[in-house]
C-alpha cells in the first residue's frame, strides 16, 4: 500500500508528487488518513528555504486532522480512552524529549532542545517516511500525544488549532490575562483572528486590531473586535491618537504582535500603558532590526516584552476546544480549499496574501 505525497526536494522549486510505500507500523504507532492539511505562512518560509530547521528532502504540512486507519498495539488520547480504527484525531505537531534541562528543569517541553515537528525538521528520508501532512497518510510515531475528536465538525476548520490556535493560546497562557483588559492585536492573519478570539472568550473589554486588510479586519470585527484600524488608510501617529483616546490616555494594558514584519513592534510598545505586556508570536524567521527607546518605551514605563515560541500539548487543547465551541466562526477563516496534487497554487496564494487560510484535502 502507497500514500501520495507532496514531495519539497529543492528550495524554490515546485512541490513532486511522489508515491511512498507505508512501512510496516512499530508498536505504539498510529496511521492516519489525512481529512485536511492545513497550509501555513511558515510552509512558505520552508519552501523558500528561509527556515534552517528544513531538511530536504521533505514532507511539507505540521498542520493536519485524519481518520485512525491502523494501529499497532494500545493507544489512549490526551484525556484518556483507546484510540482505535475510524476515530478522527488532531495531534500536537511538536514531539519533545522529556529529558533535556527544558523538559525537565524548566518544566517548558516548548523550549525542548530535541523537539521533532511534523512537516518541519523530519526528513521523508527518515522512517517511517510519512512525516509531514501534504500526503494522503501520515504516521503518528508512539510519543505523539494525539487527540480524540468526538464532535461532529469540517475537519478543515481544525487544522489550524495545532499551530496558530496553540501559539496564541501559548502567548495566553503566559500574560495571564484578566477579564477587563484591554488588548491590541497588530495583525488580522491567522494569529491575529485567534488572538482576538481568546481575547473575547477571557472577557477583553476592548479588542483592537491593526492591519492592512479590509476584508481581514472585517471578520475580526465578527470574531469580536470591538475596533480595527487600517493601517493603510492612518498613520502611526493617528492610530496611537485613537489608542490613547480609547483608553483616557493610559494605553493598552496587552499588545499582541502578530505579524512577524519590521517595524511593528516599534509602534506596539508605544501603545502600551505603564506596566503593559507586549507579546511577540509573529516572528518565523529573522526579520530586521527593531529601533526601541529602552529608558522611554520600556524601563520607565515598567514594560514586560515575552516572546513566545511554539506551544505544548496544552496548548492545542485550549485551541481545538475554542474551535469546537465556535465552528461557524472559525470556518470563515478558510478562505481556499485544494485537493492535493494542487499544493503549489496553495502555497502561492498563502504567499501572496490572497489566502487567510489554504487547506489540502487529500
Known amino acids: 500500500m502507497k500514500s501520495r505525497a507532496m514531495v519539497l526536494t529543492g528550495f524554490k522549486k515546485p512541490l513532486e508528487v511522489s508515491e511512498i510505500e507505508i512501512p510496516l507500523l512499530e508498536e505504539g504507532q498510529v496511521l492516519v488518513k489525512i481529512n485536511a492539511a492545513g497550509v501555513c505562512g511558515s510552509d512558505v518560509h520552508m519552501w523558500k528555504g528561509e527556515d534552517p530547521r528544513t531538511p530536504l528532502p521533505i514532507i511539507l504540512g505540521h498542520e493536519g486532522?485524519?481518520?485512525?486507519?491502523?494501529?499497532?498495539?494500545?493507544?489512549?488520547?490526551?484525556?484518556?480512552?483507546?484510540?482505535?480504527?475510524?476515530?478522527?484525531?488532531?495531534?500536537?505537531?511538536?514531539?519533545?524529549?522529556?529529558?533535556?534541562?527544558?523538559?525537565?528543569?524548566?518544566?517548558?517541553?516548548?523550549?525542548?532542545?530535541?523537539?521533532?515537528?511534523?512537516?518541519?525538521?523530519?526528513?521523508c528520508n527518515i522512517a517511517p517516511y510519512l512525516n509531514g501532512c501534504y500526503e494522503e497518510y501520515v504516521i503518528l510515531t508512539a510519543d505523539t500525544d494525539i487527540f480524540k475528536v468526538k464532535e461532529k465538525v469540517d475537519p478543515a476548520i481544525l487544522v489550524s488549532a495545532s499551530c496558530s490556535g496553540a501559539t496564541i493560546a501559548h502567548a495566553f497562557d503566559i500574560v495571564k490575562s484578566s477579564v477587563g483588559d484591554t488588548v491590541l492585536i497588530q495583525g488580522p492573519g491567522p494569529l491575529g483572528v485567534y488572538a482576538v478570539a481568546f481575547a473575547r472568550s477571557l472577557g477583553a473589554s476592548e479588542?483592537?486590531?491593526i492591519g492592512g486588510s479590509t476584508g481581514r479586519l472585517e471578520l475580526c470585527k465578527e470574531f469580536g473586535a470591538t475596533v480595527t484600524l487600517n493601517r493603510k488608510e492612518t498613520t502611526a501617529e493617528e492610530r496611537k491618537e485613537q489608542v490613547m483616546n480609547l483608553t483616557h490616555g493610559r494605553g493598552v494594558d496587552l499588545v499582541i504582535e502578530a505579524v512577524g514584519s519590521k517595524g511593528v513592534v516599534e509602534e506596539g510598545i508605544k501603545l502600551l500603558r505603564t506596566g503593559g505586556t507586549y507579546l511577540?508570536?509573529?516572528?518565523?524567521?529573522?526579520a530586521g532590526v527593531e529601533q526601541v527607546d529602552f529608558y522611554l518605551d520600556i524601563v520607565r514605563k515598567n514594560v514586560k516584552?515575552?516572546?513566545?515560541?511554539?506551544?505544548?500539548?496544552?496548548?492545542?487543547?485550549?485551541?481545538?476546544?475554542?474551535?469546537?465551541?465556535?465552528?461557524?466562526?472559525?470556518s470563515k477563516m478558510i478562505t481556499h480549499r485544494f485537493p492535493l496534487e494542487q499544493a503549489n497554487e496553495a502555497l502561492a496564494v498563502m504567499d501572496s496574501r490572497d489566502a487567510l487560510k489554504a487547506v489540502l484535502l487529500p
Open 280 to 286: 511577540s508570536t509573529g516572528y518565523a524567521q529573522a
Open 207 to 209: 479588542i483592537i486590531v
Open 65 to 123: 486532522i485524519g481518520t485512525i486507519a491502523d494501529i499497532k498495539g494500545k493507544r489512549e488520547c490526551v484525556g484518556g480512552g483507546s484510540l482505535k480504527i475510524g476515530d478522527l484525531v488532531l495531534w500536537n505537531r511538536g514531539i519533545t524529549c522529556g529529558r533535556c534541562f527544558a523538559c525537565k528543569v524548566l518544566n517548558d517541553p516548548s523550549l525542548c532542545q530535541n523537539r521533532k515537528v511534523y512537516g518541519i525538521n523530519r526528513s
Open 305 to 330: 516584552i515575552q516572546g513566545v515560541w511554539v506551544s505544548d500539548t496544552r496548548h492545542t487543547y485550549q485551541a481545538m476546544h475554542l474551535v469546537l465551541n465556535n465552528k461557524e466562526l472559525f
